[in-house]
């Protein structure tokens, strides 16, 4: 007969003990849990932001730096003084020269001051085609114009049109040819003189900008607020050689009273 199988003792407690383990890996009673697995995820950041910030900030700086180098070099290049200008001249006529209707025979040619008509050239831009009278002009830069001439036989049509650019549209300026004077170009204004070669002088800008009308600069013309308008002479200028229409030919002048001046009157 066949002997009936029994299971041993050393399987079914292997049988056991591995049934216990499973007990105790999946909680059963007097087993240890595992702990949960938790996924840690760590924040992003905003990298985008910081790159456009970043890039706010140095293009803030860039225009900052860029405006800060254009007002250091404006600064450089600004005139406070006609000293400040190479070449300019400067001389001492007093306020208040006579009035007269002969010829003035001038120490400086063209004339920065002195004796002179009683009517004066008008100087509200104006760009002349004709040798105006000397002494009609005088009497505009005593009321603040900048008066620019040049010699028509060395300076081109072109270049009378880049002076005739800087003239037009200026009121307290004024432009005429000077025949025979002992430059290309000269620049006159009560006082002070400035004679260059070239009509790409950057100190013809600088004397023009900075001496037109300037009440800031001791000296400089003496008839303050006096007007530059003159249509009469626009209309009818009178130019080297032609007789004064006379002392009463303009009205509403500041008056003037003789004094001393550089200047002489021709007998």
């Known amino acids: 007969m066949a002997k009936d199988r029994k299971p041993q003792d050393g399987r079914a ?3 056991a003990s591995r049934s216990g383990a499973g007990t105790a890996l999946t909680g059963g009673r007097g087993g240890r849990t595992r702990p949960p697995v938790t996924n840690v995820v760590a924040p992003q950041r905003p990298w985008g932001l910081i790159a456009a910030a970043v890039a706010v900030v140095v293009f803030a700086a860039a225009v900052i730096t860029y405006a800060v180098v254009k007002v250091n070099e404006a600064d450089a290049g600004r005139i406070t003084s006609p000293d400040q200008i190479a070449g300019v001249r400067s001389f001492d006529y007093s306020a208040g020269q006579q ?3 002969t010829p003035v025979q001038y120490t400086e040619s063209p004339p920065v001051g002195g004796p002179h008509d009683g009517e004066w050239a008008d100087c509200t831009g104006t760009v002349y085609d004709v040798d105006i009278r000397h002494e009609n002009a005088v009497h505009s830069l005593e009321h603040g114009a900048v008066w620019i001439t040049y010699d028509p036989d060395r300076v ?4 009378v049109a880049t002076l005739a650019d800087l003239v037009e549209g200026e009121y307290g300026r004024m432009l005429s040819p000077y025949a025979g004077q002992d430059s290309p170009i000269s620049l006159q204004s009560w006082n002070h003189q400035l004679k260059v070669d070239s009509v790409d ?3 013809i800008v600088q004397f023009a900008d900075f001496l037109t009308l300037n009440a800031d600069v001791e000296g ?3 008839e303050v607020g006096a007007s530059c308008e003159n ?3 626009v209309s009818d200028p009178l130019t080297v050689g032609d007789p004064s229409r006379g002392t009463n030919s303009m009205t509403t002048d500041a008056p003037t009273t003789p004094t001393a001046g550089a200047g002489t009157s021709a007998p």
């Open 99 to 101: 009035h007269v209707t």
């Open 201 to 203: 002088d950057p100190r």
């Open 220 to 222: 400089h013309y003496p």
């Open 231 to 233: 249509p009469q002479f």
């Open 13 to 15: 407690r292997g049988g």
């Open 156 to 159: 081109s049509p072109d270049d």
